[in-house]
């Protein structure tokens, strides 16, 4: 179990040494001295120490509770305070940097654990306050993102296939064989496209719930089932998508993997150049080299390329930057950086105007 460290901020030298040897003796690791605010705020920056025992009275430009300040607003460490001073004024000053303890001296052995105990666990509490509070927000985010999809990318085309159905329905004899295979046509394609908004809705929630085990995955294989996959719109953009003859090894779900490059090749089809020209490839890292056990995965479009505006705005819920070409929901990117974080990879995207656009994602080595 790794010991506690504790930073001491004391002036007076003879109560430092006799704090040290109740910590010692406590089972507590004192990781430095500190005499001063200002050493003690470099100290801290140094050794992150897991609390912080802070005297009031402090000698130069900083006291005990201005030095508490700085490390609330710049460290993430609890302070208590030891002092021989209970006046109002005092309590009202330490009180205000929202101390985790506060001693009055003399105290006894059992008090100062007592007390470092209690600091110790109410910032463990906070700290997964923290983490709750920002996680209620994602999700927050992405209930309103949902709601947006409901309310907008199914209602268009459920409005359009009760257009269809009207179609039908207004016709006095039977519907003439043409008008039938339109409708036919309209209703089906539409329904496809409302099936796919769900499916990607469904794949963006189990991402965020799903644990999954990483295993070696056949890269070559999975770029072959996310081309299948989109063959249809390869087939009618008359796509032309160049590969490297390898494909280095590396740790992930293959179904998960599969769906960052149908998601990344479909988006460079929709918004590469007419015709589009893709090329996939891989490196080790964005200078060639091997970058925290992750290697780079890439593919490149001969678009009209992206400003930072619109590079911003990518992989977030529901971006589409153009509208003329696709009419697409703007999850795909939303997922691949779900998913590509999940397997402990990270997403980019480097575009200059007129130059094309490169997306790549980095997974473990395997």
């Known amino acids: 179990m790794t010991e506690t460290k504790v930073l001491i901020v004391e002036d007076e030298r003879i109560v430092a040494l006799d704090l ?42 900083l006291d005990g509770v201005e030095t508490a300040e700085e490390l609330r607003d710049h460290s993430d460490v609890p302070v208590v305070f030891l002092t021989a001073y209970a006046d109002d004024r005092t309590l009202e000053r330490a009180k205000a940097t929202e101390p985790f303890g506060y001693l009055l001296k003399p105290f006894e052995e059992r008090e100062l654990q007592v007390a470092i105990e209690i600091a110790l666990y109410r910032h463990s509490m906070e700290q997964q306050l923290r983490e709750y509070a920002a996680e209620l927000e994602t ?36 519907p003439s064989q043409e008008v039938l295979q339109i409708c036919a046509r309209g209703i089906a394609q539409t329904a496809r496209k409302m099936s796919n908004v769900i499916d990607e809705l469904l794949l963006l929630a189990e991402v965020r719930k799903a644990d999954v085990t990483m295993e070696p995955v056949d890269m070559a294989s999975v770029i072959g089932a996310a081309q299948k996959r989109l063959r249809p719109t390869i087939e009618q953009h008359q796509a032309e998508i160049s590969l490297p003859d390898t494909w280095p090894t590396v740790l992930g779900h293959g179904p998960w993997i599969e769906q960052v490059w149908v998601n ?9 150049g007419e015709p589009p020209r893709i090329e996939l490839g891989t490196d080790a890292g964005p200078d060639g080299d091997l970058t925290n056990g992750h290697v780079r995965f890439w593919v490149r479009d001969n678009g009209p390329g992206l400003t930072k505006e619109e590079q911003e705005q990518l992989f977030t ?49 395997g």
């Open 20 to 61: 040290q040897y109740q910590l010692r003796r406590l089972g507590y690791a004192v990781s430095d001295v500190a005499s001063s605010g200002e050493e003690a705020l470099r100290m801290a920056e140094e050794v992150q120490p897991d609390v912080v025992l802070m005297d009031i009275r402090l000698k130069g430009a």
């Open 139 to 174: 999700r927050n985010r992405e209930l309103d993102a949902y709601a947006h999809t409901v309310a907008h990318d199914l209602k268009h085309p459920l409005s359009l296939v009760v257009g269809y159905a009207d179609v039908l329905l207004a016709e006095e004899d039977t």
């Open 264 to 272: 990344y090749l479909s988006n460079a089809i929709k918004y590469g």
């Open 317 to 365: 819920p529901f971006t589409r930057l153009d509208d003329r070409r696709t009419e697409g929901h703007g999850l795909g990117l939303s997922i691949a950086r779900r998913i590509v974080e999940k397997l402990d990879g990270e997403v980019g995207v480097e575009s200059n105007r007129g130059e094309g656009t490169t997306f790549h994602f980095t997974l473990k080595t």
